[in-house]
T-cell receptor, first 112, second 108 residues
């Protein structure tokens, strides 16, 4: 298996622009997670899905953030409009049940 | 707030030495996990220890769990330069909460 795939790996955008991050989980995994990592706040869980259904989005910082999982093999995290404080590394992870999570390589987002 | 807190924040040792990292958490848990993150990469799962286990081994890794003290430790024996990374403990089942991590540097 190729592991969790994220795209793009790097994204540089200007404040106010829409940003879409993409994730393909490992086939057969029924949980998908979106995390954000910054030096100041560490690794934070934003939202997670079970069988394509959002279960807990309490970590989503504000309404500018939204996430979807239209099918078992694809998820997106969208920021609209983006702000400089959104600059971070965003990770997607997937798991099979209540077991270890497999992380993707991350998307490094820079908002100017 | 973070559930797990690692100690020390940073650790620098010579190749061949053992490295010990500690994690303390606040609430009761079903299991505790340790992850490694190499610079610029995603996290990699190392080991999971359940609340009814006291010790677990995986290769050069040894994890202990003391639920009465709400603490866990990760021991890496005979460290190698390739072990240089950040190490995180995480609790919370599917809604994992990660600590701030310990930065380990192994000098060759």
């Amino acid at each position: 298996d190729a592991g969790v795939i994220q795209s793009p790996r790097h994204e540089v955008t200007e404040m106010g622009q829409e940003v879409t991050l993409r994730c393909k989980p490992i086939s057969g995994h029924d949980y998908l997670f979106w995390y954000r990592q910054t030096m100041m706040r560490g690794l934070e869980l934003l939202i997670y899905f079970n069988n394509n259904v959002p279960i807990d989005d309490s970590g989503m910082p504000e309404d500018r953030f939204s996430a979807k999982m239209p099918n078992a093999s694809f998820s997106t995290l969208k920021i609209q409009p983006s702000e400089p404080r959104d600059s971070a590394v965003y990770f997607c992870a997937s798991s099979e049940g209540l077991n270890e999570q497999f992380f993707g390589p991350g998307t490094r987002l820079t908002v100017l | 707030s973070q559930q797990g807190e690692e100690d020390p924040q940073a650790l620098s040792i010579q190749e061949g030495e053992n490295a010990t990292m500690n994690c303390s958490y606040k609430t009761s848990i079903n299991n505790l996990q340790w992850y490694r993150q190499n610079s610029g990469r995603g996290l990699v799962h190392l080991i999971l220890i359940r609340s009814n286990e006291r010790e677990k081994h995986s290769g050069r890794l040894r994890v202990t769990l003391d639920t009465s003290k709400k603490s866990s430790s990760l021991l890496i024996t005979a460290s190698r330069a390739a072990d240089t990374a950040s190490y995180f403990c995480a609790t919370g089942g599917n809604k994992l909460v990660f600590g701030a991590g310990t930065i380990l540097r192994v000098k060759s």
